[in-house]
């Protein structure tokens, strides 16, 4: 493996492993709160996650010789931000979190349970995620309005940034935080002490507990989101790479990874679709056999993030929350405008998608059950009627 080594593979790696952590933690962090999460579990919850995606990156790609990147899932996270807290707090959430691991290993190991995700129609799937997104992406709005000294450096570091490189868009965007949170936020006396303090990262245990409610509000919803915006395209990026790795492994080895994060609330792992490109692509090396080294050192750097994350939660905690919100929303931007297009693009499924973009954009719930399943259902249900119309009408 050594020989395989390069320099190209190292910068590629440690650039990979900053925007990868730098770009959506704070979106995790939204996503653990959002559910229940007390800030020692949220702590947790993110120190477990990016230990065990840097793990499984070094062990699955040492393994195949494939540069196969791992991330957190993102979207999930965002559903998550949305969709409340559960009647038995974050354990139960956990639980859920369980459940959606355990059908995305099915999903792998089982052809029926692939197939049923596979039949769900892309732009509805889309159509969900665009909803979930929605109301995060209006943070950067709601920030300014907060207070336009604070919310409008973050903005303009993101758009000028990513106006020259995209990747560090959102890495600017937390620069221009912690310039605001130095210089424009007055923290009481004793504020920094207390961010060294708890800087150590303490894994904090949740035994899971288990809901039906759980289960459909929360486990479905982000199984389907974890297998439509992240693992299909993360095999698919893979391919365009001339790498053939089996999807159905994949699948299951994220799932068991992620099964070793959910109890110290971690949602869950998967494979990564924008940093997969950056390990796969000629950037990482000329030689498409060695390119796995990037992954491999991408790995490392997302462990030595995860030991860092007490650190990354006490200086957070310290900026206003819509501050925080506003950089998850900017960092969302992207997936959001990705997900629309992709759901309303169709004209057949235009209505269907709007109208589970609709519903699950309303964070209206019912029965205790989030916004984003019953968007999902309701546009199902939409595509499943237009079908039978049509067939009953070619058969008349």
Same mark, same amino acid.
């Given at each position: ?15 990979? #492993?900053?925007? !990868? ?14 559910? !229940?999460?007390? %800030?020692?579990?949220? #702590? ?67 052809? %029926? ?94 035994? %899971? ?85 990037? #992954? ?13 994350? !007490? ?9 206003? %929350? ?15 405008? #990705? ?58």
């Amino acid at each position: 493996m050594l020989k395989d080594f390069s320099a190209q593979s190292l910068f590629m790696g440690l650039l990979v #492993a900053f925007v !990868g952590f730098a770009s959506s933690f704070s979106v995790v962090l939204q996503g653990l709160e959002g559910i !229940g999460a007390s %800030p020692a579990q949220s #702590a947790s919850g993110l120190m477990a996650l990016s230990i065990v995606m840097g793990i499984a990156g070094i062990v699955i790609s040492a393994v195949t010789r494939m540069p196969v990147s791992i991330a957190w899932s993102t979207p999930g996270a965002a559903l998550l931000a949305t969709a409340g807290t559960l009647p038995g707090g974050f354990a139960e959430a956990v639980g859920a979190f369980i459940v959606a691991n355990l059908l995305i290993i099915a999903a792998g190991l089982l052809k %029926p349970v692939g197939r049923a995700i596979s039949a769900i129609p892309a732009p509805l799937a889309n159509a969900m995620l665009a909803g979930v997104l929605l109301a995060l992406c209006f943070a950067p709005v709601e920030a300014v309005k907060f207070d336009p000294l604070l919310g409008l450096p973050i903005i303009i570091a993101f758009v000028v940034a990513g106006a020259f490189n995209r990747l560090l868009a959102v890495p600017a965007a937390l620069g221009a935080l912690v310039l605001v949170l130095v210089l424009g936020v007055d923290l009481p006396a004793g504020s920094w002490g207390n961010v060294w303090r708890e800087a150590a990262p303490l894994p904090v245990w949740v035994t %899971p507990a288990f809901s039906l409610q759980a289960t459909i509000s929360v486990a479905l919803p982000l199984f389907i989101v974890t297998m439509a915006s992240q693992n299909i395209p993360g095999v698919a990026i893979l391919a365009i790479n001339e790498y053939r790795p089996s999807a159905g492994r994949m699948f299951s080895l994220t799932g068991l990874f992620s099964l070793v994060a959910a109890p110290f609330g971690g949602h869950g792992v998967n494979l990564a679709a924008i940093t997969a490109a950056m390990c796969a692509g000629p950037d990482a090396h000329a030689d498409p056999k060695r390119r796995y080294w990037a #992954a491999i050192v991408a790995g490392i750097g997302y462990v030595v993030f995860g030991l860092m994350s !007490g650190l990354v939660v006490a200086l957070v905690s310290l900026a206003p %929350p819509i501050l925080i919100e506003a950089v998850a929303g900017l960092a969302l931007i992207g997936a959001f405008a #990705a997900a629309a297009l992709a759901a309303f693009k169709e004209p057949d499924a235009r209505e269907a998608a709007a109208i589970t973009f609709l519903v699950a954009a309303s964070g209206v719930g019912f029965f205790g059950i989030s916004g984003a399943f019953w968007g999902l259902a309701a546009g199902l249900a939409i595509t499943g009627i237009k079908g039978l119309a049509k067939r009953r009408h070619a058969g008349g």
